[in-house]
């Protein structure tokens, strides 16, 4: 997997994050994996298709998508219910739509599906077709996931 | 309250219809989030729903004439980006007067909705703002 597709997903989660809820990811050790599991309370699937194919995940805990949440609305949240899952599934969405236009610069032209939103543990089938990296990042509100599984397509 | 002086593009129109656009939405979500029984508040979450979509498609008109009236070097891109933005809005629309008013659905929207809205706000609208103070405006 090349190093455009992390620093493309590191580089849009640092601009989205930093407009949408004033925080500053750092990025972490990056590690090699052999499956999309996580054991985060929640979970974006990011489905990729186009000249590149896969998933991306990203893995917030509880209290860093109440906070987050928080910090866009203004209002306290004591659950991820609807709202708040719907908000995080759109954050999601947005950086990965920011992903692919900074891939797009490298040549590679990609869509991604509506997000897929899972709470508790998320446990996926592993990567049949080479590996996937996972990315930690860690902000002033928590550590956070980002899991990319991407092959070029054929 | 979910607006933050951050968000200002330094247009003094524009601002004022983005902090009442923000007010809107901070209310609806605080509407359709509270205690209240669902069925008790469902007419008002209607009516809000309905004069935001109205409001939306005003500001966003407004927005564009006066880009028009500058010369704004981008605004194609924003009018599409407005375009996506109504679509978003329309398909819930179109969701509700098919599948009713459900919390479930109402909650995904106003979720989305404001992530929509301080994203564009945030990022694109600041452009505006931006070409102005080039063009040695107020902004």
Redesign the interface.
């Known amino acids: 997997m090349k190093v455009e597709y992390v620093n493309s997903f590191y580089k849009a989660t640092k601009d989205v994050l930093q407009l949408l809820v004033d925080i500053e990811p750092q990025r972490g050790e990056i590690k090699v994996v052999q499956d999309l599991g996580s054991n985060k309370d929640a979970n974006v699937e990011l489905a990729v298709v186009g000249d590149l194919k896969g998933t991306i995940l990203f893995s917030f805990p509880k209290n860093m998508t109440l906070e987050m949440v928080k910090i866009m609305s203004g209002m306290e949240m004591d659950k991820i219910d609807n709202f708040a899952s719907s908000a995080l599934g759109e954050v999601a969405n947005i950086i990965g739509g920011n992903a692919l236009t900074l891939l797009s610069q490298h040549n590679y032209t990609c869509d991604i599906a509506p997000p897929r939103i899972f709470l508790g543990e998320y446990k996926a089938l592993p990567v049949g077709n080479g590996k996937a990296l996972l990315l930690p990042l860690s902000t002033p509100i928590g550590e956070f996931d980002i899991t990319i599984h991407l092959n070029e397509g054929n | 309250?979910?607006w933050k002086d951050k968000y200002k593009i330094g247009v003094e129109a524009i601002d004022q219809q983005h902090e009442e656009l923000f007010r809107r939405v901070?209310n609806f979500?605080?509407t359709?989030?509270n205690e209240v029984n669902w069925e008790a508040k469902l007419d008002k979450v209607k009516e809000t729903m309905l004069f935001m979509k109205d409001y939306v498609i005003v500001h966003f008109n407004d927005e564009e004439a006066y880009q028009e009236q500058i010369g704004y070097p981008q605004i194609e891109e924003h009018k599409d980006a407005h375009a996506k933005f109504k679509q978003g809005i329309d398909n819930y629309v179109k969701i509700f007067e098919e599948e009713g008013f459900t919390?479930?659905k109402i909650?995904?929207?106003?979720?989305?909705l404001?992530?929509?809205l301080?994203?564009h706000v945030?990022?694109m609208d600041q452009k505006i703002g931006e070409y102005v103070k080039s063009k040695g405006g107020q902004a």
């Open positions: 309250m979910m901070s979500n605080q359709i989030r919390e479930e909650q995904e929207f106003g979720g989305k404001m992530a929509w301080i994203m945030g990022n």
